[in-house]
């Protein structure tokens, strides 16, 4: 199908996530401050504040990271503008956004009791066996970069180092944010086949036209199934994406389709 000319709300979130990513780029420094000001932070954490679960959406980590989503905003996001109007189109792109990270903080909330209960148990009673099982089931990937400085020769932990090791990598769990449009987009390609279920998208790189409603299902299953293996090295946050179509699904039953035939 032909994509319409860029419309003026998705326009200006395009704007806005490019100005963010562009300062972002500048230098490290700036990166952090706009990640530790800007991103979700887990609610019990020192850094969260409730704007966080709007701001975190115009945050990136990488050309890669901003590049897909602002892709899929593209593509999707002005046909849905046009069909609902720019208020209702903004709030749409808002609310599933907010609900994608509310997800996050749900699930999180389990992952960081669990994390914590075990922690505040080894510090009781701490020793080297309790410490390797600790290490082994919550940091298989190797402990935050943060808790690594601490120690004076890695290769020799002393019972004394791993306390403080158990207390600051907890500590930089509960700090790690989530950034990114992700969910806000999600909700975009859940909404656009929704409304539009038999239009045919083109996936790049493969050029296989696949209906909206096919497409949007398939990948929702790979984000359940993404979510729950969770390989080594994945630091997307799968349910996240979920959470989005989640609201998205919600909001267009709320809304009702106003559609009697589809493309």
């Given at each position: 199908?032909?994509?319409?000319?860029?419309t003026?709300?998705?326009?200006a979130?395009?704007?806005i996530n490019?100005?963010v990513f562009?300062v972002?780029?500048?230098n490290?420094?700036?990166d952090?401050?706009i990640?530790?000001?800007f991103?979700l932070h887990?609610?019990?954490?020192?850094?969260f504040?409730p704007?966080?679960?709007i701001?975190y959406m115009f945050v990136?980590?990488?050309?890669?990271?901003i590049f897909g989503?602002?892709?899929g905003?593209f593509?999707l996001?002005?046909i849905?503008?046009?069909?609902w109007g720019e208020k209702?189109?903004?709030?749409?792109?808002?609310i599933t956004?907010?609900g994608a990270?509310l997800i996050y903080?749900g699930l999180k909330y389990y992952?960081?009791?669990?994390?914590?209960?075990?922690?505040?148990?080894?510090l009781?009673n701490?020793?080297?066996k309790?410490f390797?099982?600790?290490l082994?089931?919550?940091y298989?990937?190797?402990?935050?970069s943060n808790?690594?400085?601490?120690?004076?020769?890695?290769?020799n932990?002393?019972?004394k180092e791993s306390?403080?090791v158990?207390?600051e990598?907890?500590?930089?769990?509960l700090?790690?944010?989530?950034?990114?449009?992700?969910?806000?987009?999600?909700?975009?390609?859940?909404?656009?086949?929704?409304?539009f279920?038999?239009?045919?998208?083109?996936?790049?790189?493969i050029?296989i036209p696949?209906?909206?409603?096919?497409?949007?299902?398939?990948y929702?299953?790979y984000?359940?199934?993404a979510?729950?293996?969770?390989?080594?090295?994945?630091n997307v946050a799968?349910?996240?994406?979920i959470?989005?179509?989640?609201?998205?699904?919600?909001?267009?039953?709320?809304?009702g389709?106003?559609?009697?035939s589809f493309y």
């Amino acid at each position: 199908m032909r994509t319409p000319s860029i419309t003026p709300i998705v326009r200006a979130i395009m704007a806005i996530n490019i100005i963010v990513f562009i300062v972002q780029s500048i230098n490290p420094q700036y990166d952090r401050m706009i990640v530790d000001l800007f991103g979700l932070h887990y609610f019990t954490s020192e850094k969260f504040n409730p704007i966080q679960l709007i701001t975190y959406m115009f945050v990136h980590s990488g050309i890669g990271h901003i590049f897909g989503n602002m892709l899929g905003l593209f593509f999707l996001g002005p046909i849905l503008e046009m069909f609902w109007g720019e208020k209702r189109f903004l709030t749409f792109y808002l609310i599933t956004g907010i609900g994608a990270g509310l997800i996050y903080m749900g699930l999180k909330y389990y992952d960081f009791s669990t994390l914590q209960a075990a922690s505040e148990a080894y510090l009781k009673n701490p020793d080297f066996k309790q410490f390797e099982s600790l290490l082994k089931q919550f940091y298989s990937e190797g402990i935050p970069s943060n808790a690594y400085s601490l120690l004076d020769n890695p290769g020799n932990i002393s019972l004394k180092e791993s306390v403080l090791v158990v207390e600051e990598s907890m500590r930089a769990v509960l700090n790690t944010p989530m950034i990114g449009a992700s969910g806000a987009v999600f909700g975009v390609m859940t909404g656009f086949a929704l409304l539009f279920p038999n239009t045919e998208l083109m996936l790049f790189p493969i050029p296989i036209p696949i209906k909206a409603k096919y497409f949007v299902t398939f990948y929702g299953l790979y984000e359940i199934y993404a979510g729950i293996q969770k390989m080594p090295g994945d630091n997307v946050a799968h349910f996240a994406h979920i959470g989005g179509m989640i609201f998205a699904l919600i909001l267009i039953k709320i809304w009702g389709k106003d559609r009697q035939s589809f493309y």
